[in-house]
């Protein structure tokens, strides 16, 4: 018995010794300095009221729609978004691979937003598509870009605030394909 009480002495003055020897010769280092981070380039108060939206233009070489971001204030979004985007959408395309699908001097003149269904009022110059395809390039321009938002269904095209037998329907998304957008009147 007297050499189990030994023995455990002679480990616990062992483990002794190697806590004093670590603690008295290994310097354990601690930095307290920090670093600052400097970007690039600041972020601006302008570039943090940004977002970015879909615009789909024609692409005459395949004949079909195709996506272009447009970088957008914020701030002018929240007034009236829907007026907005499809004034952009008019404007036309940077990409010069894409065409604008608005017959010359079409002008938005206003947009409203009932139930799921934005109201889009034209001038008479959108009833100067050439053929029905720009027609359905026009309307497909209109419902691709507009449902991005999640309250957007459905269009209805007005033209002087005037139904007109020509484009004036209700126009709704249906997505049977996710890649592809169609669209049937109501």
Known sequence: MKKKY???????????????????????????????????????ENQSRQTTVLLYFLNPKTNQLKSEGKILNTNELLKNPYKLIVEKLIEGPFDENLQKVFPKNTKIIDANLSNDCVILNFSEEILNYKDDTQKFNIINSLLNTLTQFNEVNAIKILVNNEANDKISQEYISILENPWKIHWQTR
Do not use: G, Q, R, W
Not at 11 to 39: G, R
């Open 6 to 44: 030994l023995l455990l002495l002679l480990v616990l003055i062992i483990i002794c010794l190697i806590v004093y020897f670590v603690f008295n010769h290994i310097s354990i280092t601690k930095n307290n300095s920090y670093m600052d981070y400097t970007p690039a380039e600041e972020i601006s």
